[in-house]
């Protein structure tokens, strides 16, 4: 392994060809380690003397040597500000996340979540750490592994629990389930695999369109990255300098199926081939951060996309439905968990740099998971939608746009849409 | 009519291509089946036994490759995950890895490369993780695979198998659950299979692997788990059940329900409560195949009961219901006592709360109320 402080690879590497050959260099610094992106969730560093007693004075972090590697791209700066309030609101967000996913997993177990349930544990640092490198009017689209994304871009608990039981005031009104979640600057929570990354694309072309100031980010999985309409969208991005940032979570399988057996490169920061890329350690909060804001400024000065590979990990199976051990080891699993885990890794962090005490870190958790676990017994509480015809057929069409009718089971269901001066306002969900 | 379209100068240069041979051996192995299938009624209960419709695919599967090297199966997580729903079950250890071949995640790609293996021969097997996913794939299915032979003026076959899961799902929302049957039914060029039972399954796979043509398999995930009695003739590695012949499941004298898929257990469940609470004997038809479709089997049941309805869960708008409405007027006009009706699928995006999708698909105590009202019972 590479110390933390001996010399970057790429500083001795100017020119973009030699940056390239980035593994090659750092094969003849340690000849017998590819040198590659780090998972180690607690591999920045700070001074302790550094470290305000303000909560919201900056100070600097320095990124692991490992958190990124560069693809045709000068790499972002490895050291970035923070402020103690932000470190903990990530510690609260992030325990905060699994908390949430954590209840999921009871619920489904208990039966009361239907059909396919996809669960972030292990991946939280990547959710929580471009919400905190973005704004609200920047938006973000990913697949059906999105409950996480759907909390950080303002979903509530309870309305996302709510949703997973089917309920009235679930963020989708009941109709999304698990793999369908929308919120302001959020598109879902989409479940055709890889179809998300055009329309994320798509979603890029409107702000340039509009001269919106706004970034996109436009995610899918190791296993998606293969689907051709990824490849279609970074032309098309490319070719029109669409402020997207593609980002490829990979969590090192797509279903049952490991990145190296779907995938002739699995590097997947160098798929986009004419579009730079970097490769992030997305087991550390912080150094998604930094790259994620490098990548928003980069969008923002209209130098056109970027491709993301964010290398996380996910804890348990590919839904819940699948045990996730009969193609991998208990013991890789185990080692993830113990070693590389987002939420421990800033803790240490946080310790260490005495940003928190043993005590307000408790304080944190507790509270995290109390908010979680009270709007899951709200969410538990809720009403399932009314089985009326009205239900059912709402939101097919814009409200006051619908055709005539729509045909139920039997002409005698059919449905015909009152006039929509007659209709109420719908409740929204909060 | 082979030996008609031998005469043809184009069908002359295919003799010495690798296409030509499946063909032949298709007719061979069809045509005494066939006889055989039709003479059947029911299997003696002797000699039967339980199979799942999963074992019974995977059976199928299994025979052809042993049968044919040209057959191989090709998907998403059908190899080292054993299937997604576990219908490839064994494949891999028993045929390796040249035969048994896990795809990325890459419709589109993958359904294209292997209509192109059987357009230079082979005899592919394309699993679609689920019939939603094949929408990724549906020009490759259409465009190259079915209308190929067409287009080469008969030079160019395409013996190629799409099969996977297809219709409604429980609990998995709109993008996850929806049935495919009209839109590949709609297409000349491709034949479509819907099996309901074990036997069904069984019987239309293989016959799905040797016709020369391109064939969708549409099963039914909530059925893989079911069982059923599998005749000594199913059970035989030779067991085919010929396209576009229905199965009469259930006979009946006053209403005439014709339905494929998973709603042919619903059917015959209704057909249950009909003869208890009103007396009435409802005919419940089996498609098992959309294309072709057995017209036949249709109106002759018309005749005798008088009464159509269609009991599909797809989308009601130029539907199969629709198609088996459209086709009973054309065909059995006359011998309607009622206007013919069908039961279908709401026309909605499949929701997920569990009150909303119970909703929007046939349920039994529909079809009994629905079949009872058409009765006047
Ligand atoms: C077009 C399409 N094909 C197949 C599927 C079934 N499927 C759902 S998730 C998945 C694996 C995706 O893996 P990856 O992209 O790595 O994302 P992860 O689940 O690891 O987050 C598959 C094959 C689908 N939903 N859509
Ligand atoms: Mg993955």
Redesign the pocket.
Same mark, same amino acid.
């Given at each position: 392994m590479l110390s933390r402080f001996a010399p970057r690879a790429f500083t001795a590497a100017p020119s973009a060809l030699a940056r390239r050959n980035g593994p090659v260099r750092a094969a003849a610094l340690t000849p017998a380690v590819r040198r590659s992106v780090t998972t180690d969730a607690a591999s920045s560093h700070a001074e302790k003397s550094d470290v305000p007693a303000e909560d919201d004075k900056p100070f600097q972090v320095k990124l692991s040597d490992e958190a990124f590697e560069t693809y045709e791209l000068d790499p972002p700066s490895y050291t970035l500000n923070t402020t103690k309030a932000e470190l903990k609101q990530m510690y609260y967000d992030m325990v905060a996340v699994r908390r949430m996913e954590m209840a999921a997993d009871r619920l489904y177990k208990e039966k009361k979540i239907r059909g396919f349930c996809?669960l972030s544990t292990g991946q939280e640092a990547v959710a929580v750490g471009i919400e905190h490198a973005i704004e609200k009017t920047d938006h973000l689209i990913t697949? =059906?592994?999105c409950h996480g994304f759907a909390m950080m871009r303002g979903g509530t608990v309870r309305s996302i629990i709510g949703e997973l039981l089917g309920r009235r005031e679930g963020i989708a009104y009941g109709k999304g389930g698990s793999m369908h979640m929308f919120s302001t600057g959020f598109y879902g929570g989409n *479940?055709?695999? *890889? @179809?998300q990354v055009p329309v994320g694309a798509g979603i890029a072309f409107a702000q340039k369109y509009e001269e919106k100031p706004n970034v996109t980010l436009a995610l =899918?999985?190791? *296993? @998606?990255?293969n689907?051709g309409q990824v490849f279609e969208a970074f032309n098309m991005a490319k070719l029109w300098d669409l402020p997207v940032i593609f980002g490829c979570?990979n969590?090192k =399988? *797509?279903?049952g199926t490991a990145a190296n057996r779907s995938s002739a490169l699995t590097d997947y920061y160098k798929r986009g081939q004419y579009i730079p890329g970097l490769k992030i350690n997305g087991m550390d909060v912080l150094a998604v951060k930094a790259a994620v804001a490098f990548g928003k400024e980069w969008c923002r000065q209209g130098k056109g996309p970027l491709v993301y590979e964010y290398v996380t990990y996910?804890y348990g199976g590919?839904s819940m439905s699948d045990p996730g051990t009969t193609y991998r080891t208990r013991e890789e699993i185990q080692r993830m968990r113990s070693t590389n885990d987002p939420i421990a890794g800033l803790k240490q962090k946080m310790l260490e740099w005495e940003v928190v005490t043993e005590d307000e870190l408790k304080a944190i958790d507790k509270e995290a998971r109390t908010h979680v676990d009270e709007e899951v017994a709200i969410a538990e509480n809720m009403a399932v939608p009314d089985a009326t015809p009205e239900v059912l057929f709402e939101d097919i069409y814009v409200r006051g746009s619908e055709p005539q009718f729509l045909r139920g089971r039997i002409p005698e269901e059919n449905y015909y849409y009152p006039e929509a001066k007659e209709k109420g306002p719908k409740p929204l969900v909060k | 009519m082979v030996g008609q379209r031998l005469i043809r100068p184009a069908a002359q240069l295919l003799r010495s291509s690798p296409s030509t041979m499946p063909r032949c051996s298709f007719q061979k192995i069809a045509q005494p089946t066939l006889s055989r299938c039709l003479n059947r009624t029911y299997a003696t209960p002797s000699g039967t036994k339980e199979m799942t419709v999963r074992e019974a695919l995977n059976e199928a599967m299994a025979e052809e490759m042993e049968k044919n090297p040209k057959v191989f199966v090709l998907g998403?997580?059908v190899a080292q995950y054993n299937g997604?729903y576990k219908v490839t079950k064994g494949l891999l250890d028993r045929f390796g890895e040249k035969r048994v071949i896990d795809s990325p995640?890459t419709?589109s790609g993958f359904a294209g490369l292997t209509v192109g293996a059987a357009l230079a021969g082979l005899h592919p097997v394309c699993e679609f993780?689920?019939f939603?996913?094949a929408m990724?794939a549906i020009d490759q299915v259409i465009n190259s695979a079915a209308k190929t032979h067409y287009m080469s003026g008969g030079i160019q076959p395409c013996n190629i198998t799409f099969r996977g899961p297809n219709g409604f799902a429980s609990g998995v929302a709109a993008q996850?659950s929806q049935d495919y049957s009209a839109w590949y039914g709609s297409i000349p060029g491709l034949k479509v299979v819907a099996p309901y039972s074990a036997e069904d399954a069984k019987g239309l796979l293989k016959a799905a692997i040797r016709d020369p043509n391109p064939v969708c398999v549409l099963e039914n995930e909530l059925l893989y788990g079911l069982s059923f009695p599998m005749s000594e003739e199913a059970q035989s590695d030779d067991f085919v059940i010929p396209f576009g012949k229905a199965k009469i499941e259930r006979p009946g004298k006053d209403l005439t329900i014709v339905t494929l898929s998973r709603c042919v257990g619903q059917s015959l469940v209704a057909a249950e409560q009909l003869k208890s609470k009103y007396g009435v004997e409802a005919e419940v038809i089996n498609l098992r195949s959309i294309k072709p479709l057995d017209v036949e089997a249709i109106v002759k049941s018309v005749k005798k009961t008088g009464h159509m309805m269609c009991v599909e869960s797809g989308f009601p708008s130029f539907g199969v219901g629709a198609e088996i409405i459209a086709l009973t007027a054309e065909y059995a006009f006359d011998y309607l006592e009622a206007p013919p009706v069908r039961v279908t699928g709401a026309e909605v995006p499949t929701p997920y709360a569990q009150k909303l999708e119970e909703m929007s698909f046939p349920t039994e105590a529909l079809i009994t109320d629905y079949a009872a009202k058409l009765l006047k019972v």
């Open positions: 996809h697949a =059906y592994r *479940g055709i695999v *890889g @179809a =899918y999985g190791d *296993g @998606a990255s689907q979570e969590n =399988y *797509g279903m996910r590919h | 998403e997580e997604a995640i419709e993780m689920t939603n996913f990724q996850h």
